[in-house]
């Protein structure tokens, strides 16, 4: 079994910066995909960004320039540090982790308001 425990939600005003955090513990492959995706009210849920184990990153259109992703396989860790935060990216982000099927996160609130 896989868990993931995300944290660094919050509320943020439009512009500023947010750093969200995964920790996952378990059985773990040394070769697997971790990536983040969000869900806003109303709206699928659709990926922000995903690392390999080997560091090739993927990036939503909507993201690329303000958002970073990284891991450290030490520590089974995923971060994505969100930068020049919108009003519009205000939703659920989810931590994922795959490796032969999908574990999913609880999920950590972000809102971006005045």
């Known amino acids: 079994q896989v868990q993931l425990v995300e944290s660094g939600g919050g509320l943020v005003q439009p512009g500023g910066s947010l750093r969200l955090a995964c920790v996952v513990s378990?059985?773990?492959?040394?070769?697997?995909?971790m990536g983040w995706y969000r869900q806003a009210p109303g709206k699928q849920r659709e990926l922000v960004a995903e690392?390999?184990?080997?560091?090739?990153?993927t990036y939503a259109d909507f993201v690329k320039g303000r958002f970073t992703i990284s891991r450290d396989n030490a520590k089974n860790t995923v971060l994505l540090q969100m930068n020049s935060l919108k009003p519009e990216e205000t939703a659920i982000y989810y931590c994922?982790?795959?490796?032969?099927?999908?574990?999913w996160g609880q999920g950590t609130q972000v809102t971006v308001s005045s």
């Open positions: 994922n982790y795959y490796s032969e099927k999908d574990y």
């Open positions: 690392i390999t184990s080997g560091g090739s990153t």
């Open positions: 378990g059985t773990i492959s040394r070769f697997s995909v």
